[in-house]
T-cell receptor, first 115, second 108 residues
Framework: DSGVTQTPKHLITATGQRVTLRCSPR?????VYWYQQSLDQGLQFLIQ???????AKGNILERFSAQQFPDLHSELNLSSLELGDSALYFC??????????????FGPGTRLLVL | GIQVEQSPPDLILQEGANSTLRCNFS?????LQWFHQNPWGQLINLFY???GTKQNGRLSATTVATERYSLLYISSSQTTDSGVYFC??????????FGDGTTLTVKP
């Protein structure tokens, strides 16, 4: 158990809908990262937050947004869902991020299926 | 952006055999991690190793940052070692890039 929790574990929804994925980092970790793992594109970095502020942005679509709250938990919002958004979404956390020199610990993931 | 190449893409071993997985990256990095994704999808952190050598039981890893590659060694493999092994790097810009992984199958 990495100490990172994600809810829900599974999510089934329809095209055009909006969903919210939630992540609680390990105790004491200030950074949260979101990743998408799909069959055709592998593991892709989406976005990182550090202590409530956006720190780095990857291949995140405009239909997707994220935020990190004062209690350090994070939410990833996916809207206008398409079939291709079906994937495993991971959250990871780490202690700090000023130099990127730290270990990331991954949560169990949320498996999203868009029908 | 930075390119990460892992080899081999697939590896089939008999239990007890040793293996070496390789990760090449195209630019300087300040963070490199090896992960194991088990058959249930969980990503398990194996090593944080931007440079040097580390060992943890039957697993060890070496990163030669100046030559832009990292190696993961698995000795005396067990069926529970099966899964996908990923190398992930991060640059100062903070963006993580994963390789496509090596799928390891260990047969009893």
């Amino acid at each position: 158990d990495s100490g990172v929790t994600q809810t829900p574990k599974h999510l089934i929804t329809a095209t055009g809908q909006r969903v919210t994925l939630r992540c609680s980092p390990r105790s004491g970790d200030l950074s949260v990262y979101w990743y998408q793992q799909s069959l055709d594109q592998g593991l892709q970095f989406l976005i990182q937050y550090y202590n409530g502020e956006e720190r780095a942005k990857g291949n995140i679509l405009e239909r997707f947004s994220a935020q990190q709250f004062p209690d350090l938990h994070s939410e990833l919002n996916l809207s206008s869902l398409e079939l291709g958004d079906s994937a495993l979404y991971f959250c990871a956390s780490s202690v700090a991020t000023e130099t990127a020199q730290e270990t990331q610990y991954f949560g169990p993931g949320t498996r999203l299926l868009v029908l | 952006g930075i390119q990460v190449e892992q080899s081999p893409p697939d590896l089939i071993l008999q239990e007890g055999a040793n293996s070496t997985l390789r990760c090449n990256f195209s630019d300087s990095v300040n963070n490199l991690q090896w992960f194991h994704q088990n058959p249930w999808g969980q990503l398990i952190n194996l090593f944080y190793i931007p440079s040097g050598t580390k060992q943890n039981g039957r697993l060890s890893a070496t990163t030669v940052a100046t030559e832009r590659y990292s190696l993961l060694y698995i000795s005396s493999s067990q069926t529970t070692d099966s899964g996908v092994y990923f190398c992930a790097v991060r640059t100062n810009a903070g963006k993580s890039t994963f390789g496509d992984g090596t799928t390891l199958t260990v047969k009893p």
